[in-house]
């Protein structure tokens, strides 16, 4: 499984974005996806995260209600609708896979992305 994100640019504080992460190929070992991002300094955060086969999702506590995951399983991609953005989430965020949504742990997880740069000011 490769994985490639985008769609990250600049955003003005209370405005939106959508990233894309595009797939290539399923395993079951790879049916739990997440997104991940990592500040300047900071340790790399876990956002979000949903299975591919099943309706499950998961949020951190930090964009809940703000942030929405969703994947189209027919066009191989996951997505990160992010509004009401904050400076706060100025990071590189990354897309990545494991095989069960149940923990946020980034060391669980693997087949890491290049990253999309998301600065909000």
């Known amino acids: 499984v490769q994985l490639v994100e985008s769609g990250g640019g600049s955003a003005q504080a209370g405005g939106s974005l959508r990233l894309s992460c595009a797939r290539s190929g399923y395993a079951s070992s790879s049916n739990c996806m997440g997104w991940f991002r990592q500040a300047p300094g900071k340790e790399r955060e876990g956002v979000a995260a949903i299975l591919l086969r099943g309706d499950d999702t998961a949020y951190a506590d930090a964009v809940k209600g703000r942030f929405t995951i969703s994947k189209d399983n027919a066009k191989n991609t996951l997505y990160l609708q992010m509004n009401s953005l904050k400076a706060e989430d100025t990071a590189m965020y990354y897309c990545?896979?494991?095989?069960?949504?149940?923990?946020?742990?980034?060391?669980?997880?693997?087949?890491w992305g290049q990253g999309t740069q998301v600065t909000v000011s």
């Open positions: 990545a896979t494991r095989r069960y949504c149940t923990t946020f742990s980034p060391a669980a997880f693997g087949n």
